[in-house]
């Protein structure tokens, strides 16, 4: 045991005193620091973009120039040829014909390059409103009529459940918010697989690949090194998680202020998150990186050189990207599809799926327990075939690539156990 924890100790140091790792952790901590000095200061450097207006309608031009937007304001030009001059000379950024013919508004803007899709999308809206002014006129509607016909229809969404005596009951429907939740911590799952197989299998293979294992199986058991490789670099990865959590808390307490942090706050509460259905993505989340890590080390083994080692983790990569786009593209648009209900019980695989559908309500707590209890004993079971197969290809140099030094170490497994 305490050869176990010199192996651990040592690999996760190493690690963790890497640039790479550095790297790693200074990246989304880079990307939230842009993204506040880009919402903070927006608009703080330069003026709302200028957009020239051309209409033989006087009015209508009048109406726009008055608008007034925080991204854009509309001014009057003489003419086009007069909005393409102040184009061309950087006086304004873009120019909108508009041409009134028998009251039907068809607007073209012209720019050097695009001025974003908000903007677009909020002129579009201008226009439909104007026209929708024009026509209400010609039907001789009153203001009131037509905020009567412009009047959506109300929509909600209400969760309810049964009791023993078949009477319904109406809930809080909390799915929108755990979707969120699930989509996101998948997403750190896929990061953490990408980021951490090839770490590992190169650390299983890093020193087969020296020749040197004979030395360190002189003193030790080829179990013990196996076990302690994968402990700490599966801790270098629960370190990073950790300080991204702590960095979450920080970035809540600086954006929390903001307006549309405060108005997505406002929309649920924390007996929202802190639930039955967050301790149980949690705990995928926690086998998923256990299980992948596991099979990244498998793989690893398998591999006579390090520079083979991102071969050896491509089945790895592509096995969970199947789960992960499984996930985003199903699961939200389709949580009932009979592909996810399925594919959430698979090894591996569930770890994308079942979050999600237990975030969706699609799937009951029964079913998350059984899922979970699946990827558990799978990942029991992988952890000492992986151990055992270690043991009889530590010392194995195949050429002939993954699937022959596989076939060879499970030929000298069914020896030793004869023996």
Same mark, same amino acid.
């Given at each position: 045991m305490n050869k176990f924890w010199v192996i651990a100790?040592?690999?996760?140091?190493?690690?963790?005193?890497?640039?790479?790792?550095? =790297?790693?952790?200074l990246a989304p901590f880079l990307l939230m620091g842009v993204m506040y000095a880009a919402i903070t200061f927006s608009g703080g450097f330069s003026g709302p973009d200028k957009i020239a207006i051309v209409s033989d309608d006087a009015a209508l031009v009048e109406q726009l120039s008055q608008v007034e937007m925080d991204d854009f304001e509309f001014k009057s030009a003489a003419s086009q040829e007069e909005a393409e001059k102040q184009l061309k000379n950087?006086?304004?950024?873009?120019?909108?014909?508009?041409?009134?013919?028998?009251?039907? =508004?068809?607007?073209?803007?012209?720019?050097?390059?695009?001025?974003?899709?908000?903007?677009?999308?909020?002129?579009?809206?201008?226009?439909?409103? =104007?026209q929708s002014s024009i026509n209400a006129g010609k039907l001789n509607l009153t203001a009131d009529q037509v905020a009567s016909l412009q009047q959506p229809a109300s929509f909600e969404k209400s969760k309810v459940n049964f009791d023993q005596d078949g009477k319904m009951t109406t809930g809080v429907d909390n799915t929108a918010i755990q979707s969120v939740i699930s989509f996101a911590l998948t997403i750190v799952l896929w990061i953490i697989i990408i980021t951490y197989a090839s770490i590992i299998a190169q650390e299983i293979a890093s020193e087969k690949g020296t020749r040197i294992m004979e030395v360190i199986l002189s003193s030790t058991r080829a179990q013990t090194h196996f076990y302690g490789k994968l402990t700490g670099v599966i801790l270098v990865a629960f370190t990073q998680i950790l300080i991204y959590a702590v960095g979450a808390v920080v970035a809540y307490n600086q954006f929390k202020n903001l307006d549309i942090v405060k108005e997505f706050l406002t929309s649920f509460s924390l007996d929202m998150i802190l639930g039955s259905f967050l301790w149980f993505t949690l705990a995928f989340i926690v086998l998923g990186i256990f299980v992948y890590s596991v099979l990244a080390a498998l793989c690893g083994s398998l591999v006579s050189k390090p520079e083979d080692t991102p071969k050896a983790v491509?089945?790895?990569?592509?096995?969970?990207?199947?789960?992960?786009?499984?996930?985003?593209?199903?699961?939200?648009?389709?949580?009932?599809?009979?592909? =996810?209900?399925?594919?959430?019980?698979?090894?591996?695989?569930?770890?994308?799926?079942?979050?999600?559908?237990?975030?969706?309500?699609?799937?009951?707590?029964?079913e998350g327990m059984i899922s979970l209890a699946v990827l558990l004993i799978f990942g029991i079971l992988l952890t000492l075939f992986s151990a055992k197969l270690y043991k009889s290809n530590v010392l194995v140099y195949s050429e002939g690539g993954m699937l022959k030094s596989l076939r060879q170490s499970i030929s000298i497994l069914r020896n030793e156990k004869k023996a």
């Open positions: 100790r040592d690999v996760y140091k190493k690690n963790i005193k890497s640039v790479s790792f550095l =790297i790693m952790i950087g006086d304004i950024e873009a120019f909108l014909v508009l041409d009134t013919e028998n009251s039907d =508004i068809k607007g073209t803007l012209y720019s050097e390059s695009t001025l974003g899709s908000t903007t677009d999308l909020t002129i579009q809206q201008l226009l439909n409103g =104007i491509q089945p790895i990569i592509y096995l969970a990207m199947i789960g992960y786009f499984i996930g985003l593209s199903l699961g939200a648009a389709d949580p009932q599809n009979i592909i =996810i209900k399925i594919t959430s019980y698979v090894p591996l695989i569930s770890s994308f799926i079942m979050p999600i559908r237990l975030a969706t309500e699609t799937a009951s707590i029964a």
